[in-house]
């Protein structure tokens, strides 16, 4: 049995309910050194069943400082080798933990392993595989060209692999190669700062992998369901980010794709008013 002594696992909470203490529970059954969450500012009540202790620490915002600042500020409180970064709404088991270390052991230039996530049908989600994104990918994808940043269309390997990019639900991080980077880019507050960690990674000299034989749930979306349009704008915001960031050479950044994704989410945004107002 691998020793998980060395892992950490950090959540950023934002009115996840009762699925929070679901996880923290079922984590604190696991030999980890420590769990951290980091509330960002919910509403719901949602760490109130959460007892803090030696292994669980909980840290409570007063605003919601987006995703990439609350991963930050949670790992700042760890010093194990290892980070797990851990959705709220994911279910995690100990073969897989072991399973995602077990990698990271084996390869020294790992700096990020993720597992398959599914969804509460059993279905691999969107996101799982994938590759990073540039404006000719993205171009691609508006058009309804699936296989443009999904891996899903290719068949599941059964080694670990490397991999451009994963999903970020749940990552097991490197010490090392988080401190490379100085963590996620907090300048992102929603969206897109996973596969921009990814891509930094991976300028850094860092690899991606995945290990196929992990299998972790992820039911996702319940903290966006409550202000689904003002998602779907930090969503369109974080991704001109980084494509300015990540594809500052291509044409395409600076011309058609912000009119695709303003578009897009013009479009999205009447569709979801609209759905609200007929329910």
Not at 8 to 20: K, R
Not at 124 to 151: F, K
Request: hydrophobic share 40%; charged share 20%.
């Amino acid at each position: 049995m691998t020793v998980l002594s060395s892992v950490s696992v950090v959540i950023v909470n934002y009115n996840a309910g009762e699925l929070l203490g679901n996880l923290v529970d079922s984590l604190l059954d696991l030999p980890l050194q420590q769990v951290v969450v980091v509330d960002n500012g919910s509403t719901d009540g949602s760490t109130d069943c959460i007892q803090q202790n030696q292994l669980c620490r909980i840290v409570l915002n007063e605003e919601n400082r987006g995703f990439a600042a609350a991963c930050n500020q949670a790992v700042a409180l760890t010093d194990t080798e290892f980070v797990l970064i851990l959705n709220p709404d994911c279910e995690i088991s100990l073969q897989a933990l072991q399973q995602l270390l077990e990698v990271m052991r084996e390869h020294p230039q790992a700096g990020l392993c993720a597992p398959l996530v599914y969804n509460h049908q059993g279905r691999e989600q969107s996101g799982s595989r994938r590759h990073l994104p540039t404006s000719w990918r993205i171009v691609r994808a508006y058009a309804g060209q699936q296989a443009a940043l999904d891996l899903r269309t290719e068949t599941i390997p059964e080694k670990p692999m490397k991999i451009p990019a994963v999903s970020g639900a749940c990552m097991l991080l490197r010490r090392q190669s988080w401190n490379d980077l100085s963590g996620m880019d907090a300048g992102y507050f929603l969206h897109f700062e996973d596969l921009d960690l990814m891509a930094r990674l991976q300028q850094h000299d860092w690899q991606i992998w995945l290990q196929p034989k992990a299998k972790v749930k992820h039911l996702g979306g319940h903290s966006s369901r409550r202000h689904p349009l003002r998602i779907s704008w930090y969503k369109h915001k974080s991704l001109m980010r980084y494509l300015i960031r990540h594809n500052a050479g291509s044409l395409l950044t600076w011309t058609i794709i912000p009119l695709l994704a303003w578009a897009h989410f013009a479009v999205e945004g009447l569709w979801l008013i609209v759905s609200r107002r007929s329910l």
